[in-house]
């Protein structure tokens, strides 16, 4: 099985969220801006037909009122008479909705609106609230065990920890900040602007956000609805390349309901995340069944209408939205021939030593010291355990060796690495990189003065450690 047809079988992405946007298409848009205009595709892998556009629009519309599931940013969106609220409402959930589940982000937005229920109090909230002295628990160990606050916290950090890509939340208050003091707490109203004006907003997001909160008639693509649209249209050409892209968005600003764009964007990724899944596609239940071309090939041996001929009758001449000569229609395959992607690139493999230090705390509980990240690249400002990334294949007593030395730093007198007991490896990956946490744990018999000249450095209890702006696999390295 090819690259290719792999991809197909892993399907694009978890259903059931809402699905990133395509590959190669930065948040600010199309990557292809510039190239030459391809010709137009051959109308097999197009709507054309304006009564079949309005009789998927009515079916999809129909089941949508009757199958939507109850999420509370819908809720709210629906309630909300403010167009300022109502957007920022939406945004929340876009935002948090990137590359997670349904499920997993219910819970995040509520506490997230509950916090921060408009634009204002989000750009009023902290990145870093000093509470020392404002709440923070007197640490009776005194000042010399802490180089921090006890409760220096990281609001929106510890509100986004454990839904992943962090930064999403640092650059929604960016925007959030913008919009209050630039744009006089106005929201941008419509797509264009949204994305033009606002930080970390890209197409995706800005279509979703204009046609659910202000009626603006313009599509989304997201996987969903790249899965939802190639099964329709029969498109296997790779769904990540821009000319496939583009020829996507075309056709979602073509079939989106002129009098309910949101409902309709909502509806075709609804049904992409809860029938037209990537593995098992409930076609039987599917309400725009009647116009999917994947199905008919499947059912039928082709799809219809269709050329008396393989596919749509360029293949021979290289349509560009078909599958490759190479890959052809898979029966044992059907709808789920569609979409196909490349495969994805190897991800990098990063070895990282990293320590558990406790102490016995002063009720007695067991504490953890914790530092924090630098505040860009990975993982941004989130607090870890003291790590050290590993050259590749480093002999376990040598990377047991430069591992105490690095905490020499951190306890400010020397480490004998054969008292660092190994407790096994963590595996984690992330986007693009392929994580070993290589385990170690040191019970600390003393106290130790951290230096205020390192990163920001803290002891906490276990309790205060999930509470914490930790990341997941920080969680995997204490359970
Ligand atoms: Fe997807 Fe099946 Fe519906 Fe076609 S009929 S859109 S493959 S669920």
């Known amino acids: ?171 929604l208050q960016e925007a959030a900040r913008k919009v209050v003091s630039e744009l006089a707490g106005q929201m941008p109203r419509t797509a264009e602007d ?58 979602a600003n073509a079939l989106v309901d002129r009098s309910r764009p949101g409902d309709f964007n909502q509806a075709l990724m609804e049904l992409g995340a809860t029938v037209c899944v990537p593995k098992a596609p409930l076609c039987g239940e599917c309400p725009v069944k009647q116009h999917c071309r994947a199905r008919s090939r499947k059912l039928f041996g082709k799809p219809t209408p269709v050329p008396d001929v393989e596919d749509c009758g360029k293949c021979v001449g290289g349509c560009p939205l078909c599958p490759p000569a190479v890959e052809p229609w898979d029966s044992s395959l059907g709808v789920t021939n569609f979409p196909r992607k490349a495969a994805k690139k190897q991800l990098r493999a990063v070895r990282t030593a990293t320590c558990v230090l406790e102490r016995r705390g002063c009720r007695g509980a067991p504490e953890y010291l914790i530092v924090q990240r630098p505040s860009s690249g990975l993982l941004a400002g989130l607090w870890e ?10 002999q376990e007593e040598k990377q047991r060796e430069a591992l105490a030395d690095h905490l020499h730093a951190w306890t400010g007198q020397p480490v004998a690495a054969r008292s660092l007991r190994l407790i096994g490896e963590v595996i984690h990956i992330f986007s693009h990189i392929h994580q070993t946490y290589v385990v170690y744990s040191l019970p600390l018999d003393r106290d130790v003065t951290l230096d205020p000249a390192l990163s920001p450095s803290r002891w906490v209890t276990e309790e205060e450690f999930h509470a914490s702006a930790v990341s997941t696999a920080m969680k995997k390295v204490l359970r």
Request: a positive charge; charged letters at 20%; proline letters at 7%.
């Open 385 to 394: 355990f003291p790590s050290l990334t590993l050259a590749q294949d480093l």
């Open 1 to 171: 099985m090819s690259q290719l047809r792999a991809a197909a079988g892993r399907g694009l992405r978890r259903s059931g969220g809402r699905a990133a946007p395509p590959a190669g298409q930065s948040r600010k848009g199309a990557s292809s801006r510039g190239a030459p205009a391809p010709a137009p595709p051959p109308a097999q892998h197009l709507f054309s037909d304006p009564a079949e556009i309005e009789d998927l629009r009515g079916n999809l519309l129909a089941w949508y009122d009757k199958c939507k599931r109850d999420l509370p940013w819908r809720t709210l969106a629906a309630a909300e008479t403010d167009a300022d609220r109502r957007a920022y409402a939406v945004w929340v959930s876009e935002i948090m909705l990137q590359q997670t589940q349904v499920a997993t982000v219910i819970d995040y937005y509520n506490r997230w609106m509950q916090k921060w229920p408009t634009l204002q109090a989000l750009a009023q909230a902290s990145l870093e609230v000093s509470v020392a002295g404002t709440g923070c628990s007197p640490c009776p160990r005194g000042s010399s065990s802490n180089t921090m606050p006890c409760l220096l916290e990281q609001e929106v950090n510890e509100l986004w920890a454990g839904l992943g890509y962090y930064s999403r939340g640092k650059r």
């Open 194 to 251: 949204l994305q033009k004006l606002l930080p970390g907003v890209g197409r995706y997001t800005a279509g979703a956000i204009a046609s659910i909160s202000y009626g603006q008639a313009t599509g989304v693509v997201d996987g969903n609805v790249i899965r939802v649209l190639c099964r329709l249209r029969c498109i296997g050409a790779d769904s990540s390349s821009p000319a496939v892209v583009n020829r996507l968005w075309d056709m």
